[in-house]
């Protein structure tokens, strides 16, 4: 698997990809096991054959292959674990990154709401004030009706009255 692939993987498929490893080395763990059991029983088998020097130049190749494979599955598993780690962490910069531009787009959005608002505000009050100047007029307009009309009475009642 390519490092491409690998960081396409999400983080699901990684935890999948490490749980196949970690079964594949139980499983060469226990082919190790098994393999030991077999050379104990080739070791007794030499033994009672012969040779020591001779049981351990055929044998030699066996514990060379056992070895390399461990190292091999070590040397594997390390670098998928740094893989991995590598892949969190840029999701988790990725992660964050969005938060931020997310915040910043809320801030926006929330700054312009409440200019809105305060222009509508703004705007509803200079029209409250302009019916309560027209209302006072209006109601100036009257009083100053009644007054004439008052003033008017007042004459007409002054002039009719026996003296």
Same mark, same amino acid.
């Given at each position: /698997?390519?490092? @491409?692939? &690998?960081?396409?993987?999400?983080? @699901?498929?990684?935890?999948?990809?490490?749980?196949?490893?970690?079964?594949?080395?139980?499983?060469?763990?226990?082919?190790? *096991?098994?393999?030991?059991?077999?050379? @104990?029983?080739? /070791?007794? $088998? +030499?033994?009672?054959?012969?040779?020591?020097?001779?049981?351990?130049?055929?044998?030699?190749?066996? #514990?060379?292959?056992?070895? #390399?494979?461990?190292?091999?599955?070590?040397?594997?598993?390390?670098?998928? =674990?740094?893989?991995?780690?590598? +892949?969190?962490?840029?999701?988790?910069?990725?992660?964050?990154? &969005?938060?931020?531009?997310?915040? $910043?787009?809320?801030? %926006?959005?929330?700054?312009? &709401? *409440? *200019?809105?608002?305060? %222009?509508?505000?703004?705007? /509803?009050?200079?029209?409250? $004030?302009?019916?309560?100047?027209?209302?006072?007029?209006?109601? +100036?307009?009257?009083? @100053?009706? #009644?007054?004439?009309?008052?003033?008017?009475?007042? *004459?007409? #009642? =002054?002039?009719?009255?026996?003296?």
């Amino acid at each position: /698997m390519t490092d @491409q692939e &690998m960081r396409k993987l999400s983080r @699901q498929d990684l935890l999948e990809l490490l749980l196949a490893l970690r079964q594949e080395r139980d499983a060469l763990q226990e082919e190790l *096991e098994q393999t030991k059991a077999a050379l @104990q029983d080739r /070791m007794l $088998k +030499i033994n009672e054959a012969g040779s020591i020097a001779e049981a351990t130049l055929r044998l030699s190749g066996v #514990f060379e292959a056992a070895q #390399f494979a461990a190292e091999q599955y070590l040397v594997n598993i390390r670098a998928l =674990s740094e893989r991995q780690r590598d +892949i969190c962490a840029q999701e988790e910069a990725k992660a964050r990154a &969005m938060i931020e531009q997310q915040l $910043k787009t809320a801030a %926006q959005t929330a700054q312009k &709401m *409440e *200019e809105t608002s305060r %222009q509508k505000c703004q705007a /509803m009050e200079a029209e409250a $004030k302009q019916r309560a100047e027209a209302y006072w007029q209006d109601a +100036i307009a009257r009083l @100053q009706d #009644f007054y004439k009309q008052y003033t008017g009475l007042k *004459e007409l #009642f =002054s002039t009719g009255e026996p003296k």
